[in-house]
């Protein structure tokens, strides 16, 4: 029997930062040269993207992209996450927890290596402990799957892997576990590894390039594509990657915007979307004494803002509006519960009452500048709130944050699920579980703490219920839409998927 359980905790606060913040520079890595293009005959897919990985690779390097967009074409993990938040299995076939600390996966039995050696439980074995142990301080997926505590081959495709604490959930957090061949991580070490990466995927890579890679098909994969080639383009420029479209020199261009969807579809291209499993909005310090610590003030600047057209002007009508942290795909979103209503009478209203009937003024940090947050700012002063915006460099706001050093009265940040979409994942960065917490409402920790640890489905949902009510009520921010990405697809591009990251690529298929 399959057990489709998931993350009992949410990972390293430091790593959920990374992800929170992907929404607002959606592969947009800065590169050095300029990619060289395919010219042979063969079935190739050209995909564009903002980077490469800085680690190339490395599977263990993190969940994040673009690390995991491009080594979902050569490595695979236990399990799949669906864009609707449900658990699948991959290299697994199923799982189910022996107790409190023990899982036990039964996996495939026809998967091998692109080198021709067998996917089997010494595998995992081997993958599970070298996570749960010491290792390079560059391979921060070790402290996303900090919760590991070993694993043992029970038998040549039975593993059992135990974890430091319960975590009903863990099948979510399998998906982001990728698997190496032992012996060749072992002989050749994590860097000759990275730069021949040998995994089960659809495609084995041919040549690494400063801003490019190149594979070939994997045929003998347990899923082998339907294409001949794979080149990876990193061209960090939009506009630049737009005109490679529309140039024909390349297939699919990840991280397109809205206003990019006339040209593309002029040049006879299609646009894909995705939900990222992330809330996009403006978060509200509630630690000092100002008018953001009042939930009614809160409460009235989500009135204010004219959130649906924000999402059909700048979304181009793709997504929806957000109403709690999580995203409908996390398990523990509730769905009964209603976005805030545009109403700026009422929003008014609401600040009379609190006590700032003529409005106030308040500072917003953010790592990147665009139009979404100058229109909230808009929305805002016809209420008579004054929004000002410090745009400063990204690193550094990151920094800041992660540190507690943020000053200023808010800042632009996600509430993020992913990787493993759970709804109390979501709120974890915006708690008293943050070590310098923004926001901190020790009503709600228990309810919080007890959801991550309840096993029974029932039960775990409804306490999630309760969390994403009462941060819907307490309001530690304004919710403005889920995430969503774009990628802009030539007329010869059928099969294309993305998830949560990933890309499918033994799906796609190119025609002439």
Known sequence: ?????????????????AVAFVSLVFLGLPTQTTPAYATDDEATIRLALGGLPTRRGNPFRTSQTPTITVISA????????????????????????????????????????????????KTVEFMVNYMAGDGPPTEDLRRELEALAGARATGPYTVEITTKRPMPLFARLASIMPMVDPAQ????????????PIGTGPFILDEWAPSSATLSANTSSWRPPKTQKLELLAISDQSARLQAFQSEQIDISLGVDPDQFFAIEGAGGSIASWQDGMVIGVLLRTDQDNPLANARVRQALNMAVDRQSIVDVLMDGRTVLASQPATRSAFGFDPSIEPYPYDPDGAKA??????????????????????????????????????????????????????????????????????????????ALHSCMHPRPWYCDQRIMPTVMTALGEWDTDRAIKLRHEVM??????????YLHESVGFAGLSPNVSGFEYVYGKILYDQIEISN
């Open 1 to 17: 029997m399959i057990h489709l359980q998931r993350m009992s905790r949410p990972q390293n606060i430091s790593s959920r930062l």
């Open 74 to 121: 050569m490595y695979d993990s236990l399990t799949w996450l669906q864009e609707d938040g449900s658990v699948i299995p991959w290299l697994a076939t199923a799982w189910r927890n022996i107790d409190d600390l023990t899982w036990e996966f039964t996996l495939r039995d026809d998967v091998a290596f692109s080198n021709g050696a067998p996917f089997n439980a």
């Open 185 to 196: 991580w072992q002989a050749m070490g994590p860097e000759a590894y990275a730069e021949k």
């Open 350 to 427: 609401l600040l009379a009452e609190a006590g700032y009937p003529d409005g106030f003024s308040f500072e917003l940090e953010i790592g990147i500048g665009n139009a979404l947050v100058q229109r909230v700012a808009d929305d805002l002063s016809r209420i008579g709130v004054t929004m000002t915006i410090q745009l400063r460099p990204i690193m550094a706001f990151l920094s800041d944050f992660t540190g507690g050093r943020l000053s200023k009265d808010g800042f632009m940040l996600s509430w993020t699920a992913t990787p493993v979409l759970d709804a109390t994942q979501a709120v």
């Open 469 to 478: 009510q009462f941060y819907h009520d307490q309001t530690p921010g304004i």
